[in-house]
């Protein structure tokens, strides 16, 4: 069974300018969700989809960032402009349903460092 | 809301000595425990969770914990760690019988010694 893919995995980008991350779920899980992760740091939830639905974007700075999940499968993270501080590894997970107890399968992350 | 405080940001050990990684998490209401590790570069993985039942669950790669509500403690021990442990590992919990959402302690990294 293949895993949660992600790409890319590392990003260089100049701040002011866009970016966007990429997730592949593993197949039939319906939950997917982003997390970031800051050195040092436990990841942070940013947007949990249930199925096309975003269910919980309060994580999520509506300012700059974006997020959609079209059809329900893949997802894609935007940054626009990014700024320095957005610096870290974004985690792309998913889980068959979005049961409390269910176990959440991560990607390897996209790493993102902004100059 | 949850919060999780994992009591040390490093621990290291020698290989084949015994180890326990401490995990206290705060929450109004029940809750489910999970400790996921993360190898460099690589993504979390679950190592075990604590859904109901038996308080002390096993995992993969030796690992077992041990929930005390009493104390709010959900500490990860292996009896024997080999180099391939070195890592950094993260507790984490979320609400019982809720949404799964997980929140993470600041994780701690596990260097072993030859």
Request: glycine fraction near 8%; hydrophobic fraction near 35%; charge should be negative.
């Amino acid at each position: 069974e293949a895993g949660v893919v992600q790409s890319p995995r590392y990003k260089i980008i100049e701040k002011k300018q866009p970016v966007a991350f990429w997730c592949n779920p593993i197949s039939g899980h319906n939950t997917l969700y982003w997390y970031l992760q800051n050195l040092g740091q436990g990841p942070e939830l940013l947007i949990r989809y249930e199925n096309e639905e975003a269910v919980d974007d309060s994580q999520l700075p509506k300012d700059r960032f974006s997020a959609e999940r079209l059809k329900g499968v893949d997802s894609t993270l935007k940054i626009q402009p990014a700024e320095l501080g957005d610096s870290a590894v974004y985690l792309c997970a998913s889980s068959p349903d979005q049961r409390g107890g269910d176990t959440q399968y991560f990607g390897p992350g996209t790493r993102l460092t902004v100059l | 809301a949850q919060s999780v405080t994992q009591l040390d940001s490093q621990v290291p050990v020698f290989e084949e000595a015994p180890v326990e990684l401490r995990c206290n998490y705060s929450s109004s209401v029940s809750v489910y425990l999970f400790w996921y590790v993360q190898y460099p570069n690589q993504g979390l993985q679950l190592l075990l969770k604590y859904l109901s039942g038996s308080t002390l669950v096993k995992g993969i790669n030796g690992f077992e914990a041990e929930f005390n509500k009493s104390q709010t403690s959900f500490h990860l021990r292996k009896p024997s760690v080999h180099i391939s442990d070195t890592a950094e590992y993260f507790c984490a919990v979320s609400e019982y019988g809720g949404a799964q959402k997980l929140v993470f302690g600041q994780g701690t990294r596990l260097t072993i010694n030859p």
